[in-house]
């Protein structure tokens, strides 16, 4: 029996179809670690680099009490992603809201050392003051 020009041993066809597809490099994927802190560096929702300063945003007590004693609503039907999406949610608020007792908390800090300061100078002075008259 004789093989015609064109006619290939079919195992050899795969193992040649298979190195075409191995030749190349593809596609890459970017690791896992490049995605989830680019979600995280965009979790202000204006779309700012990592770093930047998201939008101010103020928070009222009975908002930080609402956020905090929030509960994932129960379903029936379980559907990951939707599940995802609310965690992601919850998760970018919380950020926000921790961000914003930051930035009171560093004004406090701020008006604390300046009230101190203030008083240390007062104090000062009135040491200055009762110093002289006690000398007469």
């Known amino acids: 029996m004789q093989r015609k020009i064109g006619e290939e041993n079919p195992s050899d ?3 040649r179809i298979g190195s075409e597809r191995m030749v190349g490099q593809g596609r890459g ?12 560096a965009n979790d202000g929702g204006t779309g700012a680099a990592e770093g930047s300063e998201p939008s101010i945003v103020d928070f009222t007590k009975e ?3 609402a956020l905090l004693n929030e509960r994932m609503k129960k379903e029936a039907r379980i ?10 949610d919850l998760i970018k608020r919380l950020k ?5 007792f930051k930035r009171v908390e560093e004004g406090y ?12 100078s007062a104090e000062k002075k009135c ?3 009762g110093a002289p008259s ?3």
């Not at 559907?79 to 992601?88: A, H, I, L, P, R």
């Not at 800090?109 to 240390?120: A, G, P, R, S």
């Open 13 to 15: 066809k795969r193992r």
């Open 29 to 40: 994927r970017a690791p896992l670690g490049a995605i989830n802190n680019k979600s995280e």
């Open 63 to 65: 908002e930080v009490d």
């Open 79 to 88: 559907d990951t992603k939707k599940k995802m999406e609310q965690m992601g």
């Open 96 to 100: 926000n809201c921790i961000r914003w």
């Open 109 to 120: 800090v701020k008006e604390k050392e300046k009230l101190q300061t203030d008083l240390d």
């Open 127 to 129: 040491v200055d003051i």
């Open 134 to 136: 006690s000398s007469l």
